[in-house]
């Protein structure tokens, strides 16, 4: 409802915005959300702006993708607030990956896998693993890459999930058949 006092329950706050999205209504999203960071409440206002990123990103505007998770990600640095920060820090990477700018991307994802440890949190962190495998590939280190698709391999079978995965053994065995190693490719795909 409209009238939900966020101020009072800053999750209604979030889940507003959310539900507009999934119900693709994109005005009343951003509406939501821009009300959201209005809000006196510095956690919502924080998640308020990842959702603004989000926003952005599904409608492909890269300068508010841009400044709407560099603005979650002092706000979550501020508030010392784990989840958040490393979700941001992620948003981050990801920005600075399509930017580029490799070393910053790798810097945030690295933290971004430091900040979940320290909350003894193993979400995303083979996804984690990938992006950073990724940026080792396009720096030429393919050392680097190999390491951490088999690091992210082993997290992701420790964890269990069969999508988590496949998804990892496709970007391993697309990184092995692009430097010619056929045999691994064979045997990621397999999986």
Do not use: C
Request: net charge negative; no cysteine.
């Amino acid at each position: 409802s409209d009238l939900l006092n966020f101020e009072k329950y800053p999750m209604a706050g979030l889940l507003r915005p959310a539900f507009a999205m999934l119900t693709q209504d994109a005005k009343r999203a951003r509406q939501y959300t821009q009300e959201a960071i209005a809000s006196q409440n510095d956690w919502l206002v924080a998640a308020a702006w990842m959702i603004s990123a989000a926003l952005a990103e599904n409608s492909g505007d890269m300068d508010t993708l841009r400044s709407s998770s560099a603005q979650a990600l002092a706000r979550f640095r501020v508030l010392g607030e784990r989840w958040g920060l490393s979700s941001s820090l992620r948003m981050v990477g990801s920005v600075r990956m399509l930017d580029g700018d490799l070393d910053e991307a790798a810097a945030a994802f690295a933290e971004a896998g430091r900040v979940l440890a320290e909350i003894g949190s193993r979400d995303d962190e083979s996804h984690m693993r990938l992006q950073l495998a990724d940026i080792a590939a396009r720096r030429g280190d393919l050392d680097a890459a190999r390491e951490f698709y088999q690091t992210a391999l082993v997290a992701a079978e420790s964890d269990g999930s069969d999508l988590d995965v496949t998804v990892v053994s496709a970007g391993a065995a697309m990184f092995a058949a692009a430097v010619g190693d056929t045999e691994l490719a064979r045997s990621r795909y397999a999986v």
